[in-house]
């Protein structure tokens, strides 16, 4: 006789069935999976060293020998996309998590205890968010000086506003339900029950914005990085790849295409994944 499968699955395993079930998300993990993996593959599938000068082959079209041609210093582009990969995926996942976990921190407190300090935080959130988020990272850039690791932190904390919000506000929805009343009727501490009760009701809205926000991050870098202020000559990075070749556009279409696309590929899958993950996790659009 045939056992019936178990309807009472816990709340992560019918989290990954809908997530299985989404088309979007499905696409997006794909193609993001074959990014990671091609780029960690870098030194298995080109021989070349992405940095490695060779004046005798500049700006070589694409053949059997270099499959995405040369630049106008002979360096092989294949070996500097791949290798280039490695700097700016880290641009979408960093400056996104740093401004997700410090816009969850600050909007649970505004959230939580309100008052003046929620009052204080917002009008300090209020000025913060007038600025856009390019302007403010060139802003920090400026202080703190060019490099790959400023430029995280330039874009990161250009996003943390945008998260306290969206924090705050659903702090401020979760603290009316039944379950914080009762925790705090049965003895639990504001800490306790901002970390086991309120937090892990939010995040399902942080996760979206945050999958979503990676595409922002990625192209608001590689926008950074072509302007000379991240990743520094010779580092392969795609924004620094564009920004060397621009010169060369018109006569080797090669050097803006092959980035341009690894870049265009990236946030595609970015963004296919953040509309799999709101598909699937926001309750408004349950049917």
Request: charged share 10%; no cysteine.
């Amino acid at each position: 006789m045939t056992t019936a499968a178990p309807r009472n699955r816990t709340p992560l395993a019918q989290t990954l069935s809908r997530l299985r079930r989404t088309p979007s998300f499905v696409a997006g993990a794909s193609l993001m999976t074959i990014l990671v993996v091609i780029v960690l593959l870098a030194p298995v599938l080109t021989p070349y060293n992405p940095t490695k000068v060779s004046p005798r082959d500049r700006l070589q079209p694409p053949s059997t020998e270099h499959l995405f041609g040369t630049d106008h210093f002979g360096r092989d582009v294949f070996a500097r996309v791949l290798y280039g990969g490695s700097l700016s995926l880290p641009m979408g996942v960093v400056p996104i998590s740093l401004a997700a976990i410090a816009g969850i921190l600050l909007g649970l407190a505004a959230g939580f205890y309100g008052g003046w300090l929620d009052l204080l935080l917002m009008r300090f959130v209020d000025v913060w968010i007038a600025f856009p988020p390019i302007l403010l990272a060139l802003a920090v850039v400026t202080i703190l000086g060019t490099g790959l690791t400023n430029i995280m932190i330039a874009l990161g904390m250009a996003w943390v506003p945008y998260y306290t919000r969206m924090v705050r506000s659903s702090v401020l929805e979760a603290r009316g339900r039944v379950y914080v009343d009762a925790a705090g009727a049965l003895g639990s501490g504001n800490a306790r029950i901002m970390l086991r009760h309120v937090l892990p009701n939010i995040l399902t809205p942080v996760m979206v914005m945050a999958s979503m926000g990676i595409a922002n991050a990625i192209l608001a870098g590689a926008a950074l990085n072509f302007l000379g202020l991240g990743a520094q000559a010779p580092a392969p990075e795609w924004g620094a790849i564009l920004s060397d070749g621009r010169q060369f556009i018109r006569q080797a279409w090669w050097l803006g295409v092959f980035p341009g696309t690894a870049i265009a590929l990236t946030v595609l899958a970015a963004n296919l994944l953040g509309d799999g993950l709101r598909d699937a996790l926001d309750p408004k659009l349950k049917v």
